[in-house]
T-cell receptor, first 107, second 115 residues
Framework: GQNIDQPTEMTATEGAIVQINCTYQ??????LFWYQQHAGEAPTFLSY????GLEEKGRFSSFLSRSKGYSYLLLKELQMKDSASYLC????????FGKGTSLLVTP | DVKVTQSSRYLVKRTGEKVFLECVQD?????MFWYRQDPGLGLRLIYF???????EKGDIPEGYSVSREKKERFSLILESASTNQTSMYLC??????????????FGDGTRLSIL
């Protein structure tokens, strides 16, 4: 079966660090994607993890633990433009998306 | 840059109509996908295709069909539109190289209203 859980909403302050967690139970799991989606726009690819550990890409990092069925997206030095929805997706024959975490960055 | 183009940004149709949503990608991608996105439900996969004339059901195929006659084009068809099909529809594509490890690239979406 497929089940992806992530928090519905989060709020953080400009300049701070925020961690968005994602847990999954996906049969035939092949990897974990993170996407960013601004209101009214298409999702855009942020990161992909297939092996356990941390992948760093500028201000954004993503972590995966396959044994725990757990991932997180870490956003550093938050900027106002980071206010968006962040989608966790487990890869099987296609992508199985979570419902998204709406992040609000405040001044 | 990959370009995935959906034919309409906004569309209004009536109950019972046959509705076509078109999607074209310009990167010679083998894989194409149709999702719908609803508040509180997230992105849900309707159909996908790994090659021309191939189609596979996703998680919510009921009430929909698809057509992939050319590699660059993937059409979603609502056979007889109903009000519960009012939604944002998103098309995506990805390359087959590396199989399931390649990111999907999304179009801007079609906001479809069924009256």
């Amino acid at each position: 079966g497929q089940n992806i859980d992530q928090p519905t909403e989060m709020t953080a302050t400009e300049g701070a660090i925020v961690q968005i967690n994602c847990t999954y139970q996906t049969s035939g799991f092949n990897g974990l994607f993170w996407y960013q989606q601004h209101a009214g726009e298409a999702p855009t690819f942020l990161s992909y993890n297939v092996l356990d550990g941390l992948e760093e890409k500028g201000r954004f990092s993503s972590f995966l633990s396959r044994s725990k069925g757990y991932s997180y997206l870490l956003l550093k030095e938050l900027q106002m433009k980071d206010s968006a929805s962040y989608l966790c997706a487990a890869s099987r024959y296609a992508l199985n998306f979570g419902k998204g975490t709406s992040l609000l960055v405040t001044p | 840059d990959v370009k995935v183009t959906q034919s309409s940004r906004y569309l209004v149709k009536r109950t019972g109509e046959k509705v076509f949503l078109e999607c074209v990608q310009d990167m010679d991608h083998e894989n194409m996908f149709w999702y719908r996105q609803d508040p509180g439900l997230g992105l849900r996969l309707i159909y996908f295709s790994y090659d021309v004339k191939m189609k596979e059901k996703g998680d919510i195929p009921e009430g929909y069909s698809v057509s992939r006659e050319k590699k660059e084009r993937f059409s979603l068809i609502l056979e007889s539109a109903s009000t519960n099909q009012t939604s944002m529809y998103l098309c995506a594509s990805s390359t087959r190289q590396g199989a399931l490890r390649q990111p999907q690239h999304f179009g801007d979406g079609t906001r479809l209203s069924i009256l």
